[in-house]
């Protein structure tokens, strides 16, 4: 399984951003679907997770409100909206699946699928 995530780009603060994920190999509805983010000098952290089937979502207290987390899975394709941006919010997002649907959200050991990054900018 290839994950490709796109959308990153250069936003003033307050603006807003929409991120895609898609999955080539197998199905990507057969797995959850989480994003991270990852700042310079901080460690990857959980920004929002959807269940195989799309029925249950997840975000980091940081985002609640103003990112919203979203599947195709007719396209195999993730989605993260991401609304009313603040600088805070700049770094390279990654998407990421867990094969085993093992609900552990912010466990960045429990992905074994991984996108290779796309960069948010957010200027003040």
């Known amino acids: 399984v290839q994950l490709q995530a796109s959308g990153g780009g250069l936003v003033q603060a307050g603006g807003s951003l929409r991120l895609s994920c898609e999955a080539s190999?197998?199905?990507?509805?057969?797995?959850?679907m989480a994003w991270f983010r990852q700042a310079p000098g901080k460690e990857r952290e959980f920004v929002a997770g959807?269940?195989?089937?799309?029925?249950?979502?997840t975000y980091a207290d940081a985002v609640k409100g103003r990112f919203t987390i979203s599947r195709d899975n007719a396209k195999t394709t993730a989605f993260l909206q991401m609304n009313s941006l603040k600088p805070e919010d700049t770094a390279v997002y990654y998407c990421?699946?867990?094969?085993?649907?093992?609900?552990?959200?912010?466990?960045?050991?429990?992905?074994?699928?991984w996108g290779q990054g796309t960069l948010v900018t957010v200027s003040s």
């Open positions: 990421a699946g867990d094969s085993s649907n093992s609900m552990k959200w912010g466990s960045v050991v429990a992905y074994d699928y």
């Open positions: 190999g197998r199905t990507q509805n057969s797995y959850q």
């Open positions: 959807i269940s195989r089937y799309g029925d249950w979502k």
